[in-house]
């Protein structure tokens, strides 16, 4: 399989949701329209920000069918069809592929965890196999999936064995690992870094195409910062990074990422909702508190392009 690598911005969304905690569907369109006027080049749907271990396979077919109302050539859907079983995934796989995603990607088993390359390989290799039309991504995620094994290894123990692997979905911060990905069979992989506060560091060492949950609401500054990473302007990239680094810090002192940066959507126009158990969301004094924070980091200027 011949494949294109991604290079920009995809963001992670977030799952909407109504106040009885239902899947709320009616927002996407709009979410969608302004990812692609923030400049995004697609989202990678029901992964970690989009609480996709927190859905029904039911649900999460639901969501991808919408989401794939929005694709276009410059706009990818990456459905995230990780579970704790195969067989599980292997059916989000081939509903994704026969719906017309672009690509999919999928965590390793969270639940009896692979100890040893090749169980993880052998897993990857049946749900890959269930889309075999589409590029298939490893969701490297050790601080959540708790899979820590050598993405090295990973890539030369499934290459031969996964025809349709493009890369992994790098969130993680060993960035020597990543820089050897990147290195590993002339650069043929795919190699998407994970961690938005550190995308500089991604950049430098050779990424193109990065995924994370705050594009959905500071892709601006990202994309200033991927520019001005282009232009070797390494003192404006850093300045930005840190921008970046002072709202992150935020989120993860209100309940994390996927918390709060769902809490702040609605400020920027996408109601998204609260999340699902056993995420604990935020008590009304408590966003009260955030969005104050936020505020005193400048966040809402930082946002607005007229300001960048
Ligand atoms: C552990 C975690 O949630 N990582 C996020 C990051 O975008 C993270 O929210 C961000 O770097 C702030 O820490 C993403 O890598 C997760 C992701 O891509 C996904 O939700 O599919």
Redesign the pocket.
């Known amino acids: 399989m011949k494949l294109k690598k991604i290079n920009g911005l995809i963001a ?1 969304p977030f799952t909407p949701m109504n106040e009885d905690g239902s899947i709320n569907l009616t927002v996407i369109e709009k979410y969608a329209e302004k990812l692609k006027k923030d400049g995004l080049k697609g989202v ?1 749907i029901c ?4 609480e ?1 271990m927190l859905l029904t396979n039911s649900e999460r077919k639901t969501i991808t069918k919408k989401w794939l109302e929005q694709q276009t050539d410059d706009f990818k859907i990456i459905v ?1 069809v990780g579970t704790t079983s195969a067989k599980q995934s292997g059916e989000l796989a081939i509903h994704a592929q026969k719906s017309g995603a672009y690509a999919i990607g999928s965590m390793g088993p969270v639940f009896l965890k692979p100890t040893q390359t090749e169980e993880l390989v052998d897993f990857c290799a049946e749900v890959a196999g269930a889309a075999p039309d589409l590029p298939f991504y490893y ?1 490297h ?1 050790p ?2 999936s708790g899979v820590t094994l050598s993405m090295v290894e990973f890539l030369q123990k499934a290459a031969p064995v996964i025809p349709n692997l493009a890369g992994i ?1 790098f ?1 993680h911060n060993n960035f020597m690992e990543m820089q050897q990905c990147l290195q590993l069979d002339d650069g043929k992989w795919d190699i998407l870094s ?5 995308l500089l560091a991604g950049l430098a060492f050779g990424a193109k195409g990065t ?5 959905n609401f500071m892709a601006p500054l990202y994309n200033q910062i991927i520019n001005a990473f282009k232009n070797k302007n390494l003192a404006e990239a850093r300045a930005m990074q840190n921008k970046t680094v002072q709202i ?1 810090n935020i ?2 002192k209100y309940n ?3 918390v709060a ?1 769902k809490a702040l959507m609605k400020s920027v126009g996408i109601d998204c909702g609260k999340c699902r158990v056993p995420l604990r969301n935020m008590t009304e004094i408590e966003y009260n508190n955030f969005i104050n924070e936020i505020k005193s980091v400048g966040f809402y200027n930082l946002i607005n392009p007229t300001n960048l």
């Open positions: 992670a990678f992964g970690t920000t989009g996709g995230h969701y995620i601080s959540v979905k969130t994970g961690f938005d506060e550190m995924v994370g949950s705050t594009y992150i989120l993860l994390g990422a996927v940066g």
